[in-house]
């Protein structure tokens, strides 16, 4: 329900901006970036939740061969940028491992576990917070122009401090058909 007011202004006394660098070699890579967006003025691509936000993400990745990769990243992230003690904050942070193998045939393995923390503080809200893991194993194989993947998810959900959630589980199976066009040159 977020309403852009145009006013152009508040672009620049809500200092929104973004720092970041990037090291990359032939085997390896690092890459870190800092991330501040006001609560007075939103993106204009994602106007109702990019908002109010900053956060620390950090990457990187190792290739140990041609065919094997692997990958981490964690993220520390917060809403209340203005540091509003009457306002709830949300603090998040996440880590997350993947590696894929790149397999004959135009085929592919990937997997993945996710670790993510959230926890709500302040304002007129005592301490809540969930803690999930996620870990995904993907296969896919390409014919021509087309892709068939092949994925399973499991998904555990903790609440912690006085949380009102119980604690669930789910696993999902799917299978996925990807048809990609070739471009058609403009001659």
Do not use: C
Not at 37 to 54: H, K, L, R
Not at 129 to 155: E, F, I, K, P
Request: no cysteine.
């Amino acid at each position: 329900s977020y309403q852009p007011d145009n006013k152009l202004n508040y672009h620049f006394r809500d200092r929104n901006w973004r720092f970041a660098l990037d090291y990359t070699q032939d085997r390896f890579f690092y890459k870190t970036a800092f991330e501040h967006v006001g609560d007075q003025y939103a993106s204009v691509s994602v106007p109702s939740t990019y908002q109010d936000y900053e956060a620390f993400d950090f990457s990187q990745g190792y290739v140990f061969t041609r065919n094997w990769r692997f990958n981490t990243s964690t993220r520390l992230g917060r809403n209340n940028v203005e540091r509003d003690p009457r306002l709830v904050t949300t603090l998040d942070r996440s880590l997350s491992l993947n590696t894929s193998l790149a397999l004959p045939w135009r085929q592919s393995v990937s997997g993945g576990y996710t670790l993510s923390e959230t926890i709500q503080k302040g304002g007129d809200v005592d301490n809540l917070g969930t803690r999930t893991h996620d870990a995904r194993v993907d296969y896919s194989h390409g014919w021509g122009n087309m892709t068939t993947q092949l994925s399973y998810d499991h998904y555990l959900l903790e609440p912690f401090f006085a949380s009102i959630t119980p604690r669930s589980v789910s696993d999902l199976l799917s299978v996925s058909v990807f048809n990609y066009y070739p471009k058609v040159s403009d001659n």
